[in-house]
C-alpha cells in the first residue's frame, strides 16, 4: 500500500518539513506584542514616540572637548565655555518579540493567550510548563473552543493529532487515542469521568489531551491516552457574558458566563446553557442543558479553597448511523442509499438517549512554606443513564433489497466518590534540585448494567425493512433475555504513587516515579444470583530523561506501562471469562522534542512505539486466553501559538501504523489494522486579525482511510473537510461569529461502531453567534 511507509521514513521527511517552515518562522522579523483592546488577538508592532530627556554637560576646556558635543564660540583658549543645557533626542527602541498581554485570572495560572498555552498541571499534577514534560500532549484553550464552535467534544479531538473519534453506538463519546479505544478515558479536573455520556463545553476552561500510558498519574486504563477537561472556577475576575447561537437545522443556544469578586477573600461564578436542535439526519434532535455555579475561599495566602456543583441534562434521539453493504466486494464499503446521507435507520419512537449528572466538587490547597505544598480533592458525581434504539443488525444485502434491523434498551447508572491527595515538595540535596511528588486516592464506584432485547413481530429480534426506505415505525416490545445482562457492580481502589524530578544540572532532569493501584470488583449476576469478585493489584512504572541544550528546547526520551483489568474499561460486570484472566498491559517507549520557537509558540514531535498485551481471546466453551497482542508505532507532530503578533494557528501531523500482531478473534489475525486508525492526520487551524475589528479562521483536516473494526472487512475512505470562522467587533462589549462546518458540503464517513453501524459526516453546517460583555 502507498499509504504504509516505514516509520522512521515518515519521521524523518516530516520533521525535516517541520523544521524548515519553523526556520522560516525564526527568520522572519519578529513582531512586538502590545495590548490591544480587541480581545482574542495579540496586536501588531507598536513603538512608542522619542523620549525627551534632559542631558547636563559638564565644563572642560575647549581643547578637550569631544567633537561630538556641540560647544560655544571660543572667547580665548584659556577659558572654559559656559555651561549650558541641550536636548538630546533618545534613540527609538529595538522592535523586537516580546511578551503578550499578561494572562488574568485563570489563564494566568497556566500562561495561557488564544490558543497557546505554556503549563498545565494534567499531566503531573503540578503546574508545569509543557516544555519540561516528556510525554505528547496538546491542550485546546477555551478561546479556541469558541472560535471553533462546535456541537460536541469529540469534534474538538479532530484537531489533535493522534486521535480518532469512535461512534459511541450514538449514545456518548468514545475516542481512539494512538490506536486504543475508549469511552472511559475521560476525565474532569483530574477526576475520572468515565459514564458512558455526551459532554458539552459550555463550562470548560480547556481540554487536554495526552498520549501514551498515563497510569502514574491518572491510574487504570489510559493505554493509548487520556483527555481531561479543566473547568471554569471563580477566579475573582469579574465577567458578565451572554451569548447567542442560531444555526442549520434549527438550531437554537443561549449561555452565561457570570463571576467576580464578592469580598477580598471570596469569589464566585456561574456558567449555564440550554440548546435545542435538530440534526442534518432524518428524525434526530436534541435537547440539553446545564448549571455550574463555583466558589472559592481564600482564608489567608497560603490556603484556597474550591466548590463547585453541576448539573448536567442531555436527551437525544440515538442514532447508529448506517449499514455496509455486503456486495461481495472485499473490503466491503458503508451503505448510502442513492448517495443519501441523511436516511435514519433506526425508530423515531424508539431511539433515544438521556444522561443526568449531578455532581459536586471541593478542594483544598495549602503551602505549608520551605517547599512543601498539598492538594486535598473530592469528587461526588451522580450518572442516571438510559439508551434505546433501533439499528443496522447487519449488512445490506447483495442486492440491496433488505437489511436487518435489531433492538435493545440499556441502563448504565453509576456513582462514583473519589479522593485524592498529592503533596508537592521541592528541596535541594547539595547540588541536586528534586520535586518530590507523592500522594494516594481512594474511589468506590457503584451502579447497574442492565440490558434488555427488543422484539417485533411474533417475537423476532430482527426485522427486515428496504435500505432505500428503512426508517421503522412499527412497534417493537422490550424484554429481558437469558443472556441479557443484568449486573449490579462495587469496585473500590486504592492507589498511591511516587515520582521524583531532578533537576541534575541546568541541562539534565531525570525523572522516576510508580504507582501501585489495588483493583477489587465484585459483581452480582442478577439473572443467575451469583457474585463473583476479582482483586488486582499493580504496579505502573514511568521513567524519563530530559536534555535540555537550550531554555527554550528540551529533548526527551520515556518509559510507561499502563494496566487495564480484564473487566474492561466499564467494568460494569464479571463473567467466568473475564474472571480469571490478567489485565491488558500497554508498554510505551517514546522519544520526542519541544522548542518554544518563541515566547507564544511551541513546536513538538515525537516517535513512539506501544505493545498492547493480554488482549482476551476465546477459544471456545465460554473461555478465553489473554493471547492477543497488538503494536501501534507512529510518529507526531504539532505546531501552536502565535506564529506572528496576527496570527495564531494550531498544526498538526500524526502517522499512526497500528496492527494486530497476535490474534483476539477468528477474524482479528496478525497484520490485521486497528479500528478506526488511519495512517495519516493532518489538521490545521489558523487565525489571523486583520484589524482590531475583523478576524478570520481557516481549518482543514485530512484522514487516511481506515477500517471500521479490526477484522478489516469494511473500509472507511478517506476525506478533507475544511471549516471556516469570520469573527466582528460591533463594538467594545458586542462580538459577532459566523462559522460554517464543512465549507465545501463533502460527504464522509466519519466513524463507526463495528461493521454495520457507519456514521456520515455533517454536511455544510452554519452557526452564528452573538456575545455580549456587561
Known sequence: MSDVLPVWRLAGVSALATVSYLAMAVAAPQASYAQSAAPGMLPGVTVDAPVQRQVRRRTVPVAQAPSRVPVARRRAPERRVRTRTVTRTAAPPTVAAASPPTPQGQDAQTGTVGVYTNSTATATKTNTPILNIP??????????????????????????????VHQGEGNR???????????????????????????DLYNTQSVEVLRGPSALTFGRGAGGGLLNRTLKEADGQRILEASTQFGSYNDRRVSLDAGNALTDNVAARLNMFYEKSDTFRDFTNLERFGFNPTVTFKPDDATKIKLSYEHYHDDRIADRGNPSWANGVIPSPPFAPAGNLSTFYGSPYYNKAKANVDSVMASIDHDFGNGLTVRNATIFADYHKFYQNVYPGGAVNAAATSVNLSA??????????????????????????HTLAFGAEFGRQEGIDARNTGTFGGGATTVAVNPFAPTYFGPVIFQHLSTDGNSKYRLNTESAYVRDTVDVTKWLQLIGGVRVDRFDLSALDQNTNTLRSRVDTKLSPQA??????????????????????????????????????????????????????????????????????????????????????????????????????????????????ARVTSKSSPTIVPGNRVQLVPYNQVSLWNKYQFNPWVSAALGVIYFSDS???????????????????????????????????????????????????????QGRTVRVSLTAKF
Open 135 to 164: 510525554q505528547s500532549l496538546n491542550v485546546v484553550t477555551k478561546d479556541q473552543i469558541k472560535d471553533q464552535s462546535y456541537g460536541s467534544l469529540t469534534d474538538v479531538t479532530r484537531y489533535i493529532p493522534g486521535v480518532a
Open 173 to 199: 463519546d468514545e475516542l481512539v487515542i494512538r490506536g486504543v479505544d475508549s469511552s472511559a478515558n475521560f476525565f474532569v479536573n483530574g477526576f475520572r469521568d468515565d459514564v458512558q455520556i455526551y459532554r
Open 408 to 433: 435493545y434498551q440499556h441502563w448504565t447508572n453509576r456513582r462514583n466518590l473519589i479522593n485524592q491527595t498529592d503533596f508537592t515538595y521541592k528541596v535541594a540535596t547539595g547540588p541536586v534540585f
Open 544 to 657: 524519563a530523561a530530559i536534555l535540555k541544550p537550550w531554555d527554550n528546547v528540551s529533548v526527551y526520551t520515556a518509559y510507561s506501562v499502563s494496566y487495564l483489568p480484564a473487566s474492561g474499561d466499564q467494568f460494569s460486570s464479571l463473567n467466568s471469562t473475564n474472571l480469571i484472566l490478567d489485565p491488558q498491559k500497554f508498554e510505551n517507549v517514546e522519544l520526542g522534542a519541544k522548542w518554544n520557537i518563541n515566547p507564544r509558540l511551541l513546536a513538538s514531535a515525537a516517535i513512539y512505539n506501544l505493545n498492547r498485551t493480554n488482549v482476551p481471546f476465546p477459544i471456545g466453551g465460554g473461555i478465553s486466553v489473554p493471547s492477543g497482542a497488538q503494536r501501534i508505532q507512529g510518529f507526531e507532530a504539532s505546531l501552536t501559538g502565535f506564529v506572528t503578533g496576527d496570527w495564531q494557528a494550531s498544526l498538526g501531523y500524526a502517522y499512526t501504523d
Open 707 to 761: 477500517f471500521a473494526a479490526s477484522d478489516d472487512q469494511v473500509k472507511l475512505p478517506g476525506f478533507v473537510r475544511v471549516d471556516t470562522g469570520l469573527y466582528f467587533k460591533v463594538t467594545d462589549n458586542v462580538k459577532a461569529q459566523l462559522n460554517v462546518e464543512n465549507l465545501f458540503n463533502k460527504g464522509y464517513w466519519a466513524s463507526a461502531d463495528g461493521n454495520n453501524n457507519i456514521s456520515p459526516g
